[in-house]
T-cell receptor
Framework: EDQVTQSPEALRLQEGESSSLNCSYTVSGLRGLFWYRQDPGKGPEFLFTLYSAGEEKEKERLKATLTKKESFLHITAPKPEDSATYLCAGRDFGNEKLTFGTGTRLTIIP | DTEVTQTPKHLVMGMTNKKSLKCEQHMGHRAMYWYKQKAKKPPELMFVYSYEKLSINESVPSRFSPECPNSSLLNLHLHALQPEDSALYLC???????????FGPGTRLTVT
């Protein structure tokens, strides 16, 4: 059964303190690893798609990377507005649904 | 434009009511989705439409009835809901099945 596990469950950082969020997956034949940001009471906002090990994508203070077994979302010099829940999701060959992790709730303290 | 719109934003309904949630996208996407999300949980897939045909039905109770009138619109008809159905209902679309999904803002549903 496909599984996506995110850690930590919650993370509090001081403004400017860089860190990484982890997403490990057991999706066989991964056909896409997706990162989303979700603010309370709102729909998830698409951030990145990664398809193959070694791939990296960046957007402002965020960088997503992918290995054969896990993905990292690196956040550099975060600001309070980066506070949100970050979700990752995997999709495998022959299955058009996304398997979501439970998310990391990130809080950036001014 | 990567916007998916949903109406209404909030809905309160009794267990005997019939109501509908609406979703619209104008990105030319061919796949549309309904998700249910409870507090502090990830979204749970309910239905997938691809080229206006139901592609995936995740064994959702029949009190939820999806409809895809055309490639831009997706409705979710609600009837005889239970209090445990209270949740954030999210619509999403993707260029095709399997691509990145773009979510709407959601409808906060409360069943009394």
């Amino acid at each position: 059964e496909d599984q996506v596990t995110q850690s930590p469950e919650a993370l509090r950082l001081q403004e400017g303190e860089s860190s990484s969020l982890n997403c490990s997956y057991t999706v066989s034949g991964l056909r896409g690893l997706f990162w989303y940001r979700q603010d309370p009471g709102k729909g998830p906002e698409f951030l990145f798609t990664l398809y193959s090990a070694g791939e990296e994508k960046e957007k402002e203070r965020l960088k997503a990377t992918l290995t054969k077994k896990e993905s990292f979302l690196h956040i550099t010099a975060p600001k309070p507005e980066d506070s949100a829940t970050y979700l990752c999701a995997g999709r495998d060959f022959g299955n058009e649904k996304l398997t979501f992790g439970t998310g990391t709730r990130l809080t950036i303290i001014p | 434009d990567t916007e998916v719109t949903q109406t209404p934003k909030h809905l309160v309904m009794g267990m005997t009511n019939k109501k509908s949630l609406k979703c619209e996208q104008h990105m030319g996407h061919r796949a549309m989705y309904w998700y249910k999300q409870k507090a502090k949980k990830p979204p749970e897939l309910m239905f997938v439409y691809s080229y206006e045909k139901l592609s995936i039905n995740e064994s959702v109770p029949s009190r939820f009835s999806p409809e895809c009138p055309n490639s831009s619109l997706l409705n979710l008809h609600l009837h005889a809901l239970q209090p445990e159905d209270s949740a954030l209902y999210l619509c999403a679309s993707s260029p095709d099945l399997g691509g990145e999904q773009y979510f709407g803002p959601g409808t906060r549903l409360t069943v009394t």
